[in-house]
């Protein structure tokens, strides 16, 4: 059974940071991209980031410069440090890990920025 189990969310003013972690059972975790997406009220799911199997990270254009992915394959992992958070960036986010056509979530954490 796939399980994938986020933590780290929370409620920050604008400026600040937050680290997201991800720990993910039941796949071959070093085979799989991991990563990072969010949903805000009234709008649908986007991509954020993505720590690739065999390549480079990917990032939303928007988030480029303020959010870092990175993969932990010896404990199945994955994280997101997000800094110089925005109102914007208010969102439920997911965790998602994806190879082919099969894809799992987890259930989601709550990231709360005030202005």
């Known amino acids: 059974q796939v399980q994938l189990v986020e933590s780290g969310g929370g409620l920050v003013q604008a400026g600040g940071s937050l680290r997201l972690s991800c720990v993910i059972s039941g796949i071959r975790f070093s085979t799989y991209n991991v990563g990072w997406y969010r949903q805000a009220p009234g709008k649908q799911r986007e991509f954020v980031a993505a720590a690739i199997a065999e390549g480079s990270p990917k990032y939303l254009d928007s988030v480029k410069g303020r959010f870092t992915v990175s993969r932990d394959n010896a404990k199945n992992m994955v994280h997101l440090q997000m800094t110089n958070l925005k109102p914007d960036d208010t969102a439920v986010y997911f965790c998602?890990?994806?190879?082919?056509?099969?894809?799992?979530w987890g259930q989601g954490t709550q990231v709360t920025v005030s202005s």
């Open positions: 998602n890990a994806g190879r082919h056509i099969e894809v799992h």
